[in-house]
């Protein structure tokens, strides 16, 4: 019989993988770094609880580190198999794991040099010779094209919205001549979005694995143009630069299409847009590649693409970075990272808070201990680079972006199901919202619907919708 087997993102919302064996056969799906507290990253540590070189393939749902992160280490602990994902998935997955490798060689390098570690030497979980092994595993397969893996396992990619190339995986389990599907919710996308398409409703499936990050929660109907244009105009009627840390993939081309926006439709002047983030400004290549895979247009005149309009100006060099710190407003710098938790936006910080004309914009979440979190719950000074600053600048956070489906959202996806599951498994999410989630799909749905614990198994009846 199969089994399903849950080692990542239960009851937890980092860290996604999940191993299916059939037929002495093995695939993952799935293979994200745990992220937040220490006892969660020391997972990234651990030998896995199986063999990674009897594993055939890894199917990736999405680019997002807590879906990919443990790729390289994986090929590094024996992984030969074929890493199958989406075409954009390939090209945005390059980037971010180089760059989260290069930021654990500098952690590392760091530790060692202040002798700040226990373990000698402190090492990165990967460097990047180790990603540019793992690239070599890496086959793109284009969303509804169906891919044979082996005699065991099947699959059909779906657009699950969220980001550029995310999609649900439809997998289909052979075993002694029958068959069974699973359908892998990945992250799912809002409806109605900024940029990216609204989510293909869920299909039916014998087992459901569903992602639960907002399962006990409701976005709130706000309209994020109109407090985005109230931001701009205060910021530039004190003749100050409206500063946004933005997450490199997705949340900086989002923000650009909607400056844009406002000026298209005549609510504000052109204004110069500066994307200060060499990883944003790679992103923001492969948006613009994939025009059709987007909820909206982005040809701008002349089929030029609007990620690269007239007044948005791209800084790679640190020179260019610096640059900036001389400049007046009005005027809009886009760095990273999104949380504040490095790179060029703390320069930035550090030259913009103590000004009483400029204005901050939060646009994501903000994990505790973050300097985001800081200036959201009002601190009046902060510390950037050993020195304390005072907190002059306007601070406001903007509402609505969040790229995961709300619990409704997430009852409106699976209404494509038409055929009542086996069992629904609610994953990547904290135990209260997956319980949540879980509770309201078995009294609303009337399925059967289960929050497994970190590194469950579970035996897998064949069923009867798998083709």
């Not at 006990?216 to 003749?239: S, Y």
């Not at 004309?357 to 902060?382: F, H, K, M, P």
């Not at 409704?408 to 999410?429: C, D, I, K, Y």
Request: charged share 20%.
């Amino acid at each position: 019989m199969p089994r399903l087997a849950f080692l990542g993102a239960a009851q937890t919302v980092t860290g996604s993988q999940y191993l299916v064996e059939a037929d002495g056969r093995r695939l993952l799906v799935d293979s994200g770094m745990f992220q937040g507290e220490k006892a969660l990253r020391q997972r990234n540590w651990a030998e896995p609880e199986f063999e990674p070189a009897k594993v055939d393939a890894l199917v990736l749902t999405h680019t997002h580190l807590d879906h990919i992160g443990r790729v390289p280490r994986l090929v590094k602990q024996g992984f030969r198999g074929t890493v199958f994902c989406t075409p954009p998935t390939r090209e945005l997955a390059e980037i971010l794991l180089l760059d989260a490798a290069h930021l654990q060689q500098e952690d590392a390098e760091y530790l060692n040099r202040k002798r700040l570690t226990s373990h000698e030497p402190a090492l990165p979980l990967f460097d990047e010779a180790d990603v540019q092994e793992a690239m070599k595993l890496f086959r793109a397969v284009p969303l509804g094209a169906p891919q044979a893996v082996n005699d065991a396992f099947s699959f059909r990619y779906r657009d699950a919205g969220h980001l550029l190339g995310a999609a649900s995986a439809d997998l289909v389990v052979r075993e002694n001549g029958r068959s069974t599907r699973i359908l892998f919710s990945g992250d799912v996308g809002r409806f109605d979005a900024v940029l990216t398409k609204d989510p293909e409703f869920a299909q039916d499936a014998d087992y459901l694995v569903i992602e639960s990050t907002y399962g006990n929660r409701a976005h709130p109907a706000v309209a994020i143009l109109d407090q985005l244009e109230g931001v701009l105009k205060r910021t530039f009627a004190r003749g100050g630069v409206l500063l946004i840390p933005a997450f490199a993939v997705g949340r900086a081309q989002q923000m650009i299409w909607l400056m844009d926006q406002l000026v298209t439709e005549g609510r504000l002047r052109p204004f110069p847009i500066h994307v200060d983030s060499p990883m944003a400004i790679d992103a923001t290549r492969i948006y613009a590649a994939y025009p059709d895979a987007h909820r909206v247009s982005l040809n701008g005149i002349g089929g030029r693409s609007l990620l690269y309009g007239k007044w948005v100006h791209l800084h790679r060099t640190r020179a260019e970075s610096q640059a900036l710190n001389d400049m007046k407003g009005p005027a809009v710098i886009i760095s990273s990272s999104g949380m504040l938790s490095g790179g060029r936006i703390l320069h930035h910080c550090r030259v913009r808070l103590p000004k009483p004309e400029n204005t901050l914009l939060i646009t994501g979440y903000q994990a505790a201990g973050t300097l985001g979190r800081a200036l959201l719950d009002g601190a009046s000074t902060v510390r950037i680079h050993k020195g304390e600053l005072p907190v002059l600048a306007e601070i406001r956070d903007l509402k609505g972006l969040s790229g995961h489906a709300d619990a409704g959202e997430m009852l409106r996806w699976l209404s494509g199901v038409r055929t009542n599951p086996r069992a629904v498994f609610v994953t990547h999410g904290e135990a209260d919202a997956a319980q949540a989630l879980a509770a309201r799909v078995s009294r609303e749905r009337g399925w059967s619907a289960h929050v497994p614990a970190m590194s469950e198994t579970v035996e897998l009846a064949p069923g009867s919708t798998a083709a």
